[in-house]
């Protein structure tokens, strides 16, 4: 549905867009590339796949498609909406429209009818990210509490059989709906995404004899991904220091508990292969 939605805003919109409002413009690079490690979360679902991987049919061919397949639908989409909104509204008339801006930028072709339809599209497409990301978090918790490195409830089952951590999870993601604005939610979630992929890179580093990737391509990776996490921090610490506590405060936290976890359990770091099942040490 939500495709469809953007769809129909990128075909018929194409047909409204001023062009003089796409040229580059050098004295926005800084806010271009602020905007793209906002954006990172955009791109967050492929990671989201992997953490269903043990739930999937033919985890080692599909996976690797299904990565790909979001990667290439997600860019091609992401351009042209984007494309046609900056392009019928501009910059000026995006930055006025805050939250609601695509469809502000739907009025001009599509009228009051646009509005509805891409607010609509945009709650189904909110509440499918969420769906997806509270599913993969919690799953990811439930596989580390049945190895024993998280607390029991994590495994445990509640209301309707599903994992407790599901439950702690989505409340811990409303907290931060709550305490914070859009664009410090976005910068929350990115931030943290971005942090798994650096790890999720590093550890591709050090596995790379037995991956067959390329150190090169897995360097460069760490390098950018590095830049863009650098530039959101800073960007948060000039504009929006709440999310930046937040942010600061959720790895503290998280640290903390570890530790804690690790002292109270007398675990140490694991070579794979060696994750001890739930009553195991």
Known sequence: MKIGILALFAAVGAFYVDPARLRPDPQRL????????????????????????????D?????????????????????FVAAVADGTLGPEGLARAEEYALAEAAKP????????????????????????????????????????????????????????????????????????????????????????????????????????????????SFIVVSLVLAVLLYNQYTGNPRAL???AGAYASAAILEYLLGRRKGRSMLARGQWPRRGEG
């Open 109 to 220: 072709f599509l009228g009051r009818a646009g509005f509805v339809l891409v607010s609509l599209g945009a709650l189904v497409s909110t509440a499918s990210a969420l769906n997806a990301t509270i599913y993969g978090g919690a799953n990811a918790a439930y596989a580390l509490a049945k190895k024993g490195f998280l607390p029991e409830s994590f495994e445990r089952k509640a209301w309707k059989s599903e994992p407790e951590g599901l439950y702690i999870t989505a409340a811990l993601g409303l907290a931060a709906a709550l305490l914070l604005n859009l664009e410090g939610v976005a910068a929350v979630c990115s931030a943290t995404f971005i942090v798994i992929y650096l790890v999720v890179i590093a550890s591709h580093y050090k596995l790379i004899n037995l991956t067959k990737g390329s150190r090169v391509v897995v360097a460069a």
């Open 245 to 247: 506590a937040f942010i």
């Open 59 to 79: 985890p080692k061919r599909n996976v690797p498609r299904a990565i790909y397949l979001s990667l290439l639908v997600a860019t091609v989409v992401y351009v």
């Open 30 to 57: 800084t806010a271009t590339v602020y905007a793209a490690s906002l954006f990172f979360l955009s791109y967050t679902g492929f990671g989201l796949i992997t953490n269903a991987s043990e739930n999937i049919e």
